[in-house]
């Protein structure tokens, strides 16, 4: 049977281990931006490198009119999302799918899987979704990555 659980009490687990390529982009994204990356992850499946800043820095390392990102992707070869940091899965779900407005998440834990339903506002939902399904394959690898959620699904 599956099971609801309070999102807001649900914290991640830092048992992530970084390769020595994500290492390296997290030394020059720090160079570039002069924000320090929480974390990095290289999705080969979206051509992205994503990058976990404190939430507040977010802004800092977008840069002006997105500059950092631009000069990012160019120098990587790779599309670049900066992704603000949360203590708590609500939180973290809300920042994985701005600027869509979130207004409630709920995890359902199957007996052998455990899926997260993000709610948006109905006008939002294209803007969640992302283009292919982008925005929702990049919340699947960091809800994976730090809640070992298995599926994200937008209602």
């Known amino acids: 049977m599956a099971m609801a659980t309070k999102v807001n009490d649900i914290k991640p687990q830092f048992n992530v281990k970084l390769t020595m390529e994500e290492m390296r982009y997290m030394t020059i994204f720090q160079d570039v931006t002069g924000v320090t ?6 999705s080969d499946e979206l051509n992205s490198i994503i990058f976990i800043v404190d939430s507040d820095k977010v802004g ?3 840069g002006k009119k997105g500059y950092n990102v631009k000069y ?9 999302d900066v ?6 899965l609500e939180d973290f779900a ?3 799918f701005i600027p869509a407005r979130v207004y ?14 993000v ?10 979704i992302g283009k292919n399904g982008r925005n929702v394959a990049r919340a699947r690898i960091l809800m994976k ?5 298995d599926n994200v699904i937008i209602a």
């Open 83 to 88: 992704v603000g940091w949360a203590d708590n």
């Open 145 to 149: 990555r730090y809640y070992n959620i």
């Open 119 to 128: 709610y948006v506002d109905p006008k939002d939902k294209g803007i969640a």
């Open 94 to 96: 809300k920042n994985i």
């Open 60 to 62: 800092l390392a977008v």
């Open 37 to 42: 990356p929480r974390d990095c992850v290289v």
């Open 72 to 80: 990012l992707s160019k120098l990587f070869g790779r599309s670049i």
């Open 104 to 117: 409630r998440v709920q995890l359902i834990e199957g007996s052998d899987k455990k899926t997260l339903y």
